[in-house]
C-alpha cells in the first residue's frame, strides 16, 4: 500500500478529496504523517526533522511550486508540480487582451443596440462576394498580430501567458527582477527590457507579477507614472493583484485618453464597492471581470490532483521495481 500525506494543513480538503478520487487502487491519501510513502507540501518545509516523525518508509517528496517550502531532504527524491490551475489565468489574460483589441463588449452591444451606420443600415442577402462590412463603423480595433506585449513578471502563469501569446505572432517583452539567461529567452521566445522601456515600447501591458506588501512592497507600483508612460491606445491588463494598480490614476488614465483600454480581473476592495470610478467607465475603454482568471476551484483542484497522480505514478513503480 501507498500512502500520501499532505503535511501542510493549509492545503484545502478538496485537493485531498480530489486525490482520494485518482489514486489507484489500494493508494490512500490523508493527512497522517506516520508511515508515509510521498509527502505533499506546498508552503511547510520538509527537512530532516519532519521526515524522523514520518517514519524511514519516505520514497518521494512532492512540492506544489506555488508554494515557499524550503527542502532539505538529502538523497530521497523531490518532485516539483506546477499548479495547472493557473494556466487558466493565463487562459484569461489572453482573452483580455483579444477583447480588448477588439473591443468585444462595446461590439456586442452596438450591435444589439442596432447602432447601425446609416449607409449600411439596409439588409442585404450575403453570400462569399457580397456582405457588409463593420455596420456599427467600428473604429479604433485591430489584431494581436505583429502588437507587441509587455509581460511584467514571467513566473509560471507568465510564461503560460508568453507560450499562448506566441502563436498569435506578438512581439513578446518581459520585465522582472532577475534576468533570464539568454537560452530560456530564446525557448520562452521573448525579450527583456527595463520596466520603464517595457512600458514605453507595448501596445498591451500584463500584469503577472506578485503583490508584496511593506515599505519596500509593491503597492500602487502602477500610477500616474507608470501610466504616462505607456504608449498613447495602448492597453493594460491586470490578472495579478489588484493593489499593484493605484486605481485612481487608472481611472484618471481611461477618462483622459491617455491610455486606450483596460481589462481588470482583480481589484484593490473585492467585490468592487458602490460608487468605485471603475463602475462609471464605459465598455468601449474599460472591461471588468470579478476574479474568476483562475477558473472554478473544483476544476482547480482535480487538475492539480490529475498532475501530481500522472508524474507519481511512474516514479513510484520505478523505485518499486528497483
Do not use: C
Amino acid at each position: 500500500m501507498t500512502r500520501i500525506s499532505l503535511v501542510d494543513p493549509n492545503v484545502r480538503d478538496g485537493l485531498v478529496d480530489a486525490l482520494a478520487s485518482r489514486v489507484p487502487t489500494g493508494w490512500q491519501v490523508g493527512r497522517d504523517l506516520a508511515a508515509a510513502d510521498v509527502l505533499i507540501t506546498e508552503n511547510v518545509d520538509v527537512d530532516a526533522g519532519l521526515l524522523a516523525r514520518a517514519g524511514d518508509g519516505v520514497r518521494l517528496v512532492v512540492a506544489l511550486d506555488t508554494g515557499e517550502a524550503r527542502i532539505d531532504i538529502g538523497s530521497i527524491p523531490l518532485l516539483s508540480v506546477p499548479n495547472t490551475a493557473l494556466i487558466g489565468v493565463a487562459e484569461h489574460a489572453v482573452a483580455l487582451i483579444l477583447a480588448s483589441l477588439r473591443r468585444l463588449v462595446a461590439v456586442d452591444r452596438a450591435t444589439r443596440a442596432r447602432a447601425y451606420l446609416p449607409d449600411r443600415a439596409e439588409p442585404v442577402l450575403t453570400n462569399q462576394r457580397d456582405y457588409t462590412y463593420n455596420w456599427i463603423g467600428l473604429e479604433d480595433f485591430g489584431t494581436l498580430y505583429g502588437r507587441s506585449v509587455g509581460l511584467v513578471g514571467l513566473g509560471y502563469i507568465g510564461r503560460a501567458t508568453a507560450a499562448r501569446l506566441r502563436p498569435f505572432g506578438a512581439k513578446l517583452r518581459y520585465t522582472q527582477r532577475t534576468r533570464l539567461s539568454a537560452e530560456e529567452e530564446r525557448a520562452l521566445g521573448v525579450e527583456y527590457r527595463s520596466l520603464d522601456d517595457l512600458l514605453a515600447e507595448s501596445d498591451v501591458v500584463s500584469l503577472h507579477h506578485r503583490f508584496s506588501e511593506g515599505e519596500d512592497g509593491n503597492d500602487e507600483q502602477f500610477g500616474r507614472e507608470a501610466f504616462a508612460r505607456m504608449k498613447p491606445g495602448a492597453v493594460f491588463v491586470n490578472t495579478a493583484r489588484g493593489r499593484l494598480v493605484d486605481e485612481a490614476a487608472l481611472a484618471d488614465a481611461l477618462e483622459r485618453g491617455q491610455i486606450g483600454f483596460a481589462a481588470l480581473d482583480v481589484f484593490r476592495y473585492e467585490p468592487l464597492p458602490e460608487g468605485h470610478p471603475f463602475l462609471s467607465i464605459d465598455v468601449d475603454r474599460l472591461l471588468l471581470t470579478p476574479h474568476v482568471a483562475g477558473g472554478p476551484i473544483d476544476e482547480a483542484w482535480r487538475l492539480i490532483a490529475d498532475a501530481v497522480v500522472d508524474r507519481l505514478t511512474p516514479l513510484l513503480e520505478e523505485r518499486t521495481d528497483a
